[in-house]
């Protein structure tokens, strides 16, 4: 054999074996990159793809690597899932290096988020197994922090429902009678004047005159004549039952000594065919869709009498049944009854409770903006109250603004036992499925919620909550919200979620936090320190957030 055959033989067979037998260098830093770097929570984890590329010459033919991604922070560390790399003469499953060459190799992360995680590192644990031999190679770090801006969202920033009371500082109501006449005639006889009808207006106007919180409006009359006959005829005929209707009225206002009931009004109806027309289809006539083409058919009110009268059996039970009822007048009065006043309802609040309408206590709660006096009206509206769902339901809601989600829970399940319908209830325990984490339950409440203004805000919440920010977005929809904010932050659409942050109604510390990061991304130092020192004059827990916050990580926040 040739001697220089041989030699390189030789030596590639050592340089072979060289590469297998040798232990495996330290992986470094820079030989990785993680995508997002920072981390960010998406739903309720920290997602992240982080991409290793090996260099060439450096991966050992046998080796194998358990590389294993650990989130570290001051309180702990937690764990992803491993991945294996290998050798080129490695046989097992794992992602393979080529030794001369180098490769590129992708490891998942994902983890759980909790808040101490605010505050962490990310690094790659290595566990190396060659041939038997398994030694550990020191941890490298790969990224910084957690970008956790999109917690701010959560159950516990949405307004609850509130089932609202019925309450009217006026009520309108109206009374009516009427007095029928006899066919050709306008005279009003006393057997109409007699009727419990007639003498129940008449008490009604003359108690609403006697009390001080009524108001008589007005009082209309309206004639009518039945469609049969000459229409001259007719329009005279109801001309004198208005007439001879407004003489009774005004002597009656008169003997009851009525003086204030706003304006008499008047008019009168020739003929009155679609009073007919609305008798006729609730009557049980045989022909009565025969009779209804007819009056489809012809628009005159001649034609149509004489195509009826050619009905002429028809006709006969219209005479009897139909016509009538159309030969009256009707009176109507228009009556506004004033409620108690605020101040009125919270004297009686005080005095005797019971004196007083669910819809007065429920609405005297609306009068302050004091959470605990809140609660202890609707506390009060349970107790003299106690099947009305409403009550527990809003006594639910200021437990839950005050932060005890477990009273709040118990009254919200206690509503909805008194009324299994209501959409409030529903969102309401949707809110407390969210904080509970039982996510399909939250999404099956939230669904029977659909309406209920604040559902938008809540819905939303649920979609970030599961990282969904596309249908989060969908659901804000034009609602003002931190959290719709918030959505907007995160979907990098600047522009409306200022708009949408500067049209929230009652800014609070999580707004100007808001501002604050949304002035981060943009680059506008001077407003997101401005931001963030009105945020911590209403919530100084904002303070050792913002320090720990990524998105503040290139200003100097020690002045704050």
Request: include cysteine.
């Amino acid at each position: 054999m040739n001697k220089k055959i041989v030699y390189i033989a030789l030596a590639a067979s050592v340089v072979g074996m060289s590469s297998c037998s040798k232990k495996l260098k330290e992986f470094q830093s820079d030989f990785f990159t993680t995508n997002p770097a920072p981390l960010e929570v998406v739903g309720q984890n920290v997602p992240a793809t982080i991409t290793g590329n090996i260099p060439a010459k450096f991966f050992v033919k046998n080796a194998k690597v358990q590389v294993t991604p650990v989130l570290v922070y001051a309180e702990g560390e937690t764990q992803s899932g491993s991945v294996l790399l290998q050798g080129e003469k490695v046989l097992d499953n794992g992602q393979v290096v080529n030794y001369k060459q180098g490769g590129v190799v992708g490891i998942p992360f994902n983890v759980v988020y909790t808040p101490e995680m605010l505050e962490s590192e990310l690094y790659l644990d290595f566990s190396v197994d060659q041939k038997g031999k398994v030694y550990a190679l020191p941890r490298v770090k790969v990224a910084d922090g957690v970008l956790a801006t999109a917690t701010l969202a959560s159950a516990e920033t949405v307004d609850p429902a509130i089932a609202n009371d019925k309450f009217q500082k006026v009520v309108n109501e109206q009374q009516t009678a009427d007095i029928m006449f006899l066919v050709n005639k306008a005279d009003i006889r006393k057997s109409e004047t007699g009727k419990q009808e007639y003498a129940d207006f008449n008490a009604r106007l003359a108690a609403a005159n006697a009390d001080p919180k009524q108001e008589i409006v007005g009082v209309n009359i309206n004639s009518y004549a039945s469609p049969e006959g000459e229409l001259d005829f007719n329009t005279a005929l109801a001309e004198k039952r208005e007439k001879s209707t407004i003489s009774q009225v005004e002597g009656q206002l008169k003997k009851d000594n009525i003086t204030a009931f706003g304006e008499l009004t008047s008019s009168f109806t020739p003929e009155d065919w679609e009073g007919f027309r609305e008798l006729v289809e609730k009557s049980n006539i045989q022909d009565k869709e025969l009779i209804i083409s007819v009056l489809s058919m012809y628009s005159d009110p001649v034609d149509r009498e004489r195509e009826i009268r050619n009905l002429s059996v028809v006709f006969d039970q219209l005479a009897e049944q139909i016509l009538p009822q159309l030969r009256y007048s009707r009176i109507e009065a228009s009556i506004n009854v004033f409620s108690r006043t605020n101040e009125e309802i919270a004297e009686a609040y005080k005095t005797d409770v019971k004196q007083l309408s669910v819809e007065e206590i429920l609405y005297l709660a609306t009068l302050t903006d004091d959470n605990a006096k809140k609660m202890e009206i609707y506390n009060t509206a349970c107790e003299v109250y106690p099947n009305d769902y409403r009550c527990f339901n809003n006594l639910g809601l200021t437990q839950f603004e005050d932060g005890d989600y477990q009273a709040a829970a118990a009254n919200f399940n206690q509503a909805a036992r008194l009324n299994p319908n209501s959409k409030e209830v529903a969102m309401n325990l949707g809110l407390i499925s969210m904080l509970n984490k039982d996510w399909s339950k939250a999404n099956e409440q939230l669904g029977a919620a659909a309406g209920v203004p604040e559902a938008n805000d809540a819905l939303g919440v649920f979609y970030l909550s599961q990282g969904d920010l596309n249908a989060a977005k969908r659901a804000f929809g034009g609602v003002k919200t931190n959290n719709a904010a918030l959505a907007q932050i995160l979907a990098k659409d600047y522009n409306a979620a200022s708009n949408t942050l500067n049209a929230v109604a009652n800014p609070d510390a999580t707004t100007y936090y808001l501002k604050a990061v949304l002035a981060a991304r943009t680059n506008d130092e001077g407003a997101a320190k401005a931001n963030l020192r009105k945020a911590i004059a209403l919530d100084n827990n904002y303070a050792v957030r913002a320090k720990a916050d990524k998105e503040f990580a290139k200003f100097d926040l020690s002045n704050l």
